[in-house]
């Protein structure tokens, strides 16, 4: 980088991208050439590819796109927590930020984090939609932003150093939720400092991935959709902050709709499909998603917050798992 501190390193975990990757990037790079016209800034910005194993062609995309501001680095196939880390680990920015292998950023997307970010001294640029001018400190980004809707680390620019100070890593192994629990984490080690900063619109360009997680069929790892909530719900119970009834009831909201989300995903398991699915596996899933719907009965009132078709789902799964099964899966179908 010619001797020159470098602001913002840009990270992007690769794996099976390669038709989305280069249009990725060429945003990425349009986005930070814009920033450092604006800021004056020339040359100060870095793009980190971490390829996680990739087996179709990403790989060696990963190295035709590496150069100048661009690097590249190769790991196997231990999942996009593995990459992020890596990425963190290699990131030299004073700032970074984390963009999905098939989506896209407008041009004046690092601008408008960056000058936010600048501007009001926080930890967090967060480009969200809606009104959080009341988060006040890190246990508020959890009550009023990471327990509604704002559970992914992309659309934000980190302060390294902060994220470095408290010592937060994603949760490798988890291909659900690692997101929500590594802004968790770095909320409750902010603690009362103000988290973040929110920017409107938002200007990330999000691709909706029909085989993404929880897209496709039943398979183990959709258990990760109830591990994480158990875990925010362990963070929060081990705190030394007090929450809200509110936080409370509004977890356990979503630990019931998790719970069914799982559930459904079993229902709609087909005939051909039923034959090489583990049929303890399923079973353990079941049992798995009936002590979740108890064990955040207790915590909050979530089902009283449930639409009435969940409230119908959770009271017909909770009656009989057989029935529930059947029903829904027929609906679906």
């Not at 990270?11 to 604006?38: C, F, H, M, N, R």
């Not at 100060?44 to 796109?65: H, N, P």
């Not at 890596?86 to 930020?97: H, L």
Request: net charge negative; charged share 25%.
């Amino acid at each position: 980088m010619n001797g020159q501190s470098i602001e913002i390193s840009i990270i992007i975990p690769v794996y099976q991208a390669a038709g989305s990757l280069e249009k990725t990037v060429a945003s990425v790079k349009e986005a930070l050439s814009y920033w450092e016209d604006k800021s004056g800034n020339h040359g100060k910005t870095q793009i980190v590819l971490v390829d996680d194993g990739s087996s179709d062609g990403s790989s060696e995309l990963c190295d035709r796109l590496s150069g100048d501001s661009v690097v590249a680095i190769h790991t196997k196939n231990f999942g996009v927590s593995h990459a992020r880390n890596i990425g963190m680990e290699k990131a030299e920015g004073r700032y970074i930020s984390f963009v999905d292998a098939d989506d896209t950023v407008s041009k004046e997307y690092i601008q408008k984090l960056f000058e936010a970010a600048e501007s009001a001294k926080t930890p967090i640029a967060d480009m969200m939609d809606g009104d959080f001018d009341g988060v006040r400190d890190g246990y508020d980004y959890i009550e009023k932003a990471i327990l509604y809707r704002d559970t992914h680390v992309w659309g934000k620019l980190f302060l390294s150093e902060a994220v470095k100070k408290a010592g937060i890593r994603f949760r490798e192994g988890m291909t659900i939720g690692e997101d929500m629990l590594f802004l968790m984490e770095l909320s409750l080690k902010l603690g009362t400092l103000k988290p973040a900063v929110f920017v409107t619109p938002v200007l990330y360009n999000y691709l909706d991935n029909d085989q993404g997680a929880m897209k496709k069929s039943f398979k183990e790892s959709y258990l990760d959709q109830l591990t994480c909530w158990r875990e925010a719900e362990k963070l929060l119970k081990e705190s030394e902050h007090k929450f809200s009834r509110d936080a409370y009831d509004r977890l356990s909201e979503i630990q019931m709709m998790s719970a069914m989300l799982v559930a459904g995903k079993i229902a709609c398991v087909d005939s051909t499909s039923k034959e090489s699915v583990d049929g303890d596996l399923i079973a353990m899933a079941l049992t798995s998603c009936r002590e979740l719907i108890e064990s955040a009965g207790n915590l909050g009132n979530g089902f009283g917050r449930l639409s009435a078709g969940y409230k119908l789902k959770v009271l017909l799964f909770k009656i009989s798992r057989r029935a529930y099964l059947t029903i829904y899966g027929k609906w679906k179908s």
